[in-house]
């Protein structure tokens, strides 16, 4: 059998380096946090979002109680399933491979990673992936959009409620986003975005529990268009809060970001957040074991099936050297001994 590792590239020089796309100066950053402190960004609500979001809340809300009393045992399975589906489209997806580029994906992956992602509703790749570069280049000043400085809530979903802050729009319009531009695939996304949105996370999560097991079309519509919809977010959001707050910090101890063994399972595997920040461009995310990390399973499936080529790892060297000068080699172990 083919060596899986052939396929592979492994990072052998310090990741702070080789942050693609990523690379800030430590400094300036430093500078940029320290500012965003001393003077605190106004905040100039958006009450349309905050009226949308409210009812998307209450629709989720009725969506809840009907999924444990009234709805028939497919349509629980059916949630579930578009959770991860639609997960796994924000994460192999936007997430590692188009935000970052940590490995390579044909053309048939890339559009099922497309459509998997429409059915997350979390902005067009292009639109996602580049608010996501400028979180890893400036992560907690205010050139992060959903930077922790601004407070737990802030970071979690109040982002999304007010106005972004100039300093993004500044910072981020330096980034080369032309990678994104280029991908034919992007760009039908963009351009059709409603249209899919409406069919792949509303319509067919609809549709199809009444049409194969006569569910009712209004249970159908709340638990697996409004709540689903609401707990992937809410799974993603999560990674901005929880995964920047309460954890391990085994490769870094300077970030905000921890590994969290709650945000790994309900983010299908994005839990290992201070080993991503630390090393943004390995395809794992994070060292967990594959039933802590979905994703990777993915992403390795689609290379058996050759759809999937270059995974970027880092070498054992490298995050050794990274523990040892910023986070803690003992603390690894022990968490790696516990979460696996
Ligand atoms: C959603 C996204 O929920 C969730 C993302 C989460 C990210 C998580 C990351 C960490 C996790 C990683 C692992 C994945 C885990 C997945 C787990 C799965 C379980 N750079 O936006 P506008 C400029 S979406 C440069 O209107 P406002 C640009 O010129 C939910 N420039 O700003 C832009 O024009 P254009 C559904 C930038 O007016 C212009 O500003 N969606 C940048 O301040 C205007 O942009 C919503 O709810 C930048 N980064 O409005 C929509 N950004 O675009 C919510 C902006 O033409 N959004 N510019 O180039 C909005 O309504 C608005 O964006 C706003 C700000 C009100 C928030
Ligand atoms: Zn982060
Ligand atoms: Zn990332």
């Known amino acids: 059998p083919e060596n899986p590792s052939l396929n592979m ?3 052998k020089v310090d990741a702070l380096i080789t942050k693609q796309f990523l690379a800030a100066d430590l400094n300036e950053i430093r500078q940029m946090q320290e500012e965003s402190k001393r003077k605190p960004p106004k905040t100039e609500i958006v009450w349309r979002n905050v009226f949308l979001f409210a009812a998307l809340h209450i629709g989720a809300l009725i969506g809840l109680y009907q999924l444990v009393l009234q709805a028939k045992w ?4 059916w949630v579930f399933l578009l959770h991860t589906l639609g ?3 924000v994460t192999g997806g936007a997430h590692r491979l188009w935000a970052h580029r940590s490995y390579k994906a044909r053309f048939p992956m890339r559009v099922f990673l497309m459509l998997i992602n429409s059915i997350a509703f979390q902005n067009d790749i292009i639109e996602w992936a580049r ?3 400028c979180h890893h280049k400036w992560t907690d000043t205010d050139a992060d959009p959903h930077s922790t400085n601004r407070g ?4 979690h979903m109040g982002w999304l409620l007010v106005k972004k802050h100039e300093q993004l729009k500044v910072q ?3 980034l080369d986003l032309s990678d994104l531009y280029a991908d034919r695939v992007l760009m039908f996304q963009r351009r059709n975005y409603l249209p899919l949105v409406g069919i792949f996370c509303f319509a067919l999560p609809t549709f199809i529990p009444v049409y194969f097991w006569g569910e009712s079309a209004l249970i159908a519509f709340y638990t697996a268009a409004l709540f689903r919809y609401t707990f992937t977010l809410h799974a993603t959001w999560c990674i901005n809060s929880v995964s920047h707050w309460i954890g391990w910090q085994p490769y ?5 970001s921890v590994d969290n063994l709650w945000t790994s399972v309900a983010a299908v595997g994005e839990g290992g957040h ?6 943004p461009q390995d395809y794992r995310t994070s060292e967990h074991a594959e039933f802590l990390n979905w994703t990777r399973v993915l992403i390795d499936v689609g290379a058996t099936l050759g759809l999937v080529y270059d995974r970027k790892t880092t070498a054992e060297e490298v995050i050794e050297r990274q523990c040892k000068k910023f986070g803690c080699a003992e603390e690894r172990a022990k968490m790696l001994q516990k979460l696996g």
Do not use: L, W
Request: neutral net charge; hydrophobic residues 35%.
């Open 152 to 155: 737990m809530f802030f970071a």
């Open 274 to 279: 201070n080993y991503h920040h630390t090393f």
């Open 74 to 77: 497919a349509t629980v399975g």
């Open 252 to 256: 870094d101890h300077q970030a905000s």
């Open 9 to 11: 590239t492994q990072i």
């Open 87 to 89: 997960s796994m489209g």
């Open 172 to 174: 981020g319009a330096k």
């Open 131 to 133: 608010d996501h570069r």
